[in-house]
């Protein structure tokens, strides 16, 4: 079974503090993404990353960045964390056309 | 850009109940279609796929028809289980290579015993 780990599941963090939130994949996978979910949104993509270091915004990069610097590890970085972007954010791994499978998902607040 | 629309927010059905879940996409290339469903706090995973070749796809009861002419990809199912109740998200990701798989808002079925 394809395993997609997110940590941590929750964080609670003050306007104007960094936040760092992980991703690990068992896979291999070469594609690794970055959405987040608000109700009456669905999953907007943040991020995509093809491989180590060969990273594409989304639909909505602005306020965040990444870094992948082994291909089982992605990570999504808020310098300077705002209250809209409390959210719950969820890594995804896919190969292709087949489809993306999800991790169970991180809950920010930023207060 | 690629788009994919679902106008019912919630649908509230009785066990046993005929479901229609309304999808319409836009994209100008050829897409592989998907519904995905959520369950309290889990990620999205994957319920049915459907690509240009095969046109349908059926999962646990569920089925799908990709239709060219409507740009349309309806979820249904015959008879709703309680067990049903979830956030089902209609997706697609294009052919240009790209891989960014765009989501719908989502439609949140309750399915009342």
């Known amino acids: 079974d394809m395993k997609v780990t997110q940590m941590p599941r929750y964080l609670i963090k003050r306007m104007g503090e960094n936040v760092l939130l992980e991703c690990g994949q068992d896979?291999?996978?070469?594609?690794m993404y970055w959405y987040r979910q608000d109700p009456g949104l669905g999953l907007q993509l943040i991020y995509i990353?093809?491989?180590?270091?060969?990273?594409s915004e989304g639909d909505i990069p602005k306020g965040y960045r990444v870094s992948r610097k082994k291909r089982e590890h992605f990570s999504l970085i808020l310098d300077s964390a705002k209250t809209n972007q409390t959210s719950v954010y969820f890594c995804?791994?896919?190969?292709?056309?087949?489809?993306?499978?999800f991790g169970k998902g991180t809950r920010l607040t930023v207060v | 850009g690629d788009s994919v629309t679902q106008k019912q927010g919630q649908v509230t059905l009785s066990e046993d109940d005929f479901l229609f879940i309304n999808c319409t996409y836009s994209?100008?290339?050829?897409?592989?279609l998907f519904w995905y469903v959520q369950y309290p706090g889990q990620g999205p995973q994957l319920l049915l796929k459907?690509?240009?070749?095969?046109n349908k796809g059926i999962s646990r009861g569920f089925e799908a028809t990709y239709d060219k002419g409507t740009t349309s990809f309806h979820l249904q199912k015959a008879s709703v289980q309680e067990s049903d109740s979830a956030v089902y998200f209609c997706?697609?990701?294009?052919?240009?290579?790209?891989?960014?798989?765009?989501f719908g808002a989502g439609t949140r079925l309750k399915v009342i015993a």
């Open positions: 994209t100008t290339t050829y897409p592989t």
């Open positions: 995804a791994i896919g190969q292709g056309y087949t489809e993306v499978f």
């Open positions: 896979m291999s996978h070469e594609t």
């Open positions: 459907v690509t240009t070749a095969n």
């Open positions: 990353s093809y491989d180590v270091d060969s990273n």
């Open positions: 997706a697609l990701v294009d052919s240009t290579g790209n891989y960014k798989y765009v």
